[in-house]
């Protein structure tokens, strides 16, 4: 009894220091928009992008038929009002935001405008891990679905 009772003793204090270590992992160096594209997913099947040519990460960008600054201001709304949401940086054609989970795992999103083809790409990618249970891809077809995109 005593050496079950120490093991859990154990695995709860390595999975309070894990916890309380924040998780989040480094801020990736290669966000942010160049020659008009996202960064490409890496091989791992914890990312997805509007504009990725693999069918494993491909999802579809949001459409829309207002203003680009209309667009951009109605996406910044929807994502301010999700939980754990941190907006990382703001330009009028780029928006990057972390969403960090319950556990404290951090998540990176990417929102690009287009403009002239009236579309935003969006890049959603986990920091840490290799696969993402399919999460990154729910949160952007919710943020899709919420703008109006079905």
């Known amino acids: 009894m005593i050496e079950r009772a120490g093991f859990e003793w154990m695995i709860a204090s390595v999975l309070i220091v894990f ?8 801020r990736p160096s290669n966000l942010g928009v160049k020659d ?21 990460h491909k999802i579809n960008p949001i459409r829309f038929t207002s203003t680009p600054a209309e667009a951009m201001a109605r996406l910044k709304k929807i994502v301010q009002g999700m939980e754990r949401t941190n907006v990382v940086r703001e330009t009028p054609d780029y928006l990057h935001v972390e969403f960090r989970t319950l556990l404290g795992f951090v998540d990176d999103a990417e929102f690009y405008m287009d403009g002239s083809q009236k579309v935003i790409h969006l ?24 703008f109006g995109e079905k």
């Open 36 to 56: 008009n594209r996202l960064s490409p997913c890496p091989s791992s099947p914890n990312c997805v992008s509007s504009q990725s040519k693999n069918e494993r």
């Open 123 to 146: 890049r959603s990618a986990s920091r840490v891990g290799y696969w993402d249970l399919g999460v990154n891809r729910e949160r952007m077809a919710s943020v899709r679905k919420e």
């Open 19 to 26: 916890l309380s270590s924040g998780c989040g992992g480094t």
